[in-house]
């Protein structure tokens, strides 16, 4: 087993942290914005959700394991929502249109903490990975003590 | 003579299985969110075994841990990991990882005793 192939555990669970990272920036973003009816691009806020896709290490790429082989993970895309905002009647909102509707976020704060919660099991589970890495190491360099 | 020592190539091929099977399980925990994501798994213990049984040194020596697409149920998004035995997989692979080390130090320290040390 060479020398790249032994860590390459810590990147890809590395990998996986900064994937659950960017999936709780997305939902903390969705929560933070469930109210907001302007933005740059015009209209309400629209709900982002992080799509993931694994990739291979490069040291897997060029071949020293078979496939199938251990993959990391990666933000494939942030992509908006593309379902209607939600029309709420409130006459008296700055952004009501002539009938009193204002178009809201299509954001459900419940849903986005149930993510909320999935992210940072996940996250948790790769941390735990390390930490095992880590033992396993030790014991290892133990062996000649 | 430590390189011929069948007991200690034993125990390294087991360190290097459990190895190659922690980067299996890293990879399933990283990728458990990844839609359409099969996950991994190694094999390695019924060659040693079978190894060990012929008593051949050499066929010890030629085991070589397998990376595998791993069994389990698809989830609707057709990914295969499930997060409770992806995590008691890897709790009991760096129990077994760490037992097998500890073997190794006994073994080596058997040795130092043997010389003197």
């Given amino acids: ?31 933070a914005n469930a109210n907001t009816t302007r933005t740059p691009e015009g209209g309400p806020y629209r709900r982002q959700r992080v799509i993931f896709a694994s990739v291979l290490s490069s040291a897997m ?9 251990p ?15 939600i029309s709420i009647f409130d006459p008296d909102h700055p952004d009501a249109d002539k009938t009193g509707h204002v178009a809201v976020p299509n954001i459900s704060v419940p849903n986005e903490m149930i993510d909320m919660i999935a992210a940072a099991r996940s996250y948790e589970a790769n941390l735990a990975a390390i930490r ?11 062996i000649l003590r | ?27 399933n925990l990283a990728n458990a969110e990844t839609p359409g994501y099969k996950r991994v798994d190694v094999r390695f213990e019924e060659q040693l075994a079978k190894a060990i049984d012929s008593g051949d040194a050499r066929q010890i020596d030629a085991v070589r ?5 791993g069994t389990g149920a698809a989830r609707p998004d057709g990914n295969t990991v499930d997060f409770g035995t992806e995590l008691g997989n890897l709790n009991r692979n ?21 010389i003197g040390e």
């Fill in chain 2, 1 to 27: 003579m430590l390189s011929g020592d069948a007991t200690l190539k034993v125990i390294g091929k087991m360190l290097d299985g459990c190895a190659a099977r922690h980067n299996a399980i890293a990879a």
């Fill in chain 2, 65 to 69: 841990p397998e990376t595998v697409r």
């Fill in chain 1, 132 to 142: 095992n890495f880590k033992t396993m190491v030790s014991k290892a360099m133990s």
């Fill in chain 1, 71 to 85: 993959a990391g993970v990666r933000v494939a895309g942030v992509v908006r929502s593309t379902e209607p905002p």
């Fill in chain 1, 61 to 69: 790429r060029s071949g020293l394991q078979r496939s199938p082989a």
């Fill in chain 2, 94 to 114: 760096t129990l077994v990882f760490s037992t097998f080390a500890d073997l190794a130090a006994v073994r080596v320290r058997q040795y130092r005793d043997a």
């Fill in chain 1, 1 to 31: 087993m060479s020398f790249d192939s032994v860590f390459s555990s810590l990147s890809v669970s590395g990998s996986g942290l900064g994937a659950e990272q960017a999936r709780m920036k997305a939902i903390a973003e969705n929560i």
